[in-house]
């Protein structure tokens, strides 16, 4: 069963993207959207896969672990509900994420 995420991109646009659970929602943004660039591959160095997620699902989600903090710490446009999508892995329970793309500061 697929999941839907809904992405305002880097540019304003609006998206509906659908995923297999158990993928990488930095790589489900890099290929299908605009503004997730993940230079590092995924390996939480770089901060060019920043999201911020809407209010209702920054509890779901949890949070963020050391490494993950200290580099959002490092940007200017962190929030509240910024995530580096690198480390979040889609699961059914996250059936109609939403998220805005932050375009990357790099």
């Given at each position: 069963?697929?999941i ?8 304003g646009?609006q998206?509906?993207?659908q995923a297999?659970?158990g993928s990488?929602?930095m ?10 660039e ?16 809407e ?8 949070t963020?672990q ?28 996250m059936?109609g ?7 990357a500061?790099c």
């Open positions: 069963m697929s839907q995420i809904h992405v305002i991109d880097a540019n646009h998206q509906r993207l297999d659970p990488s929602l790589e489900l943004l890099r290929d299908q959207s605009s503004g997730v993940g230079v590092c591959g995924g390996c939480c160095a770089c901060g060019t896969c920043h999201i911020v997620l209010s209702d699902w920054q509890p779901l989600l949890g963020a050391p490494e993950e903090e200290a580099l959002l710490d490092a940007l200017d446009e962190r929030t509240s509900g910024s995530r580096l999508s690198c480390q979040l892995r889609l699961s059914q329970e059936d994420l939403s998220l805005r793309i932050v375009p500061e």
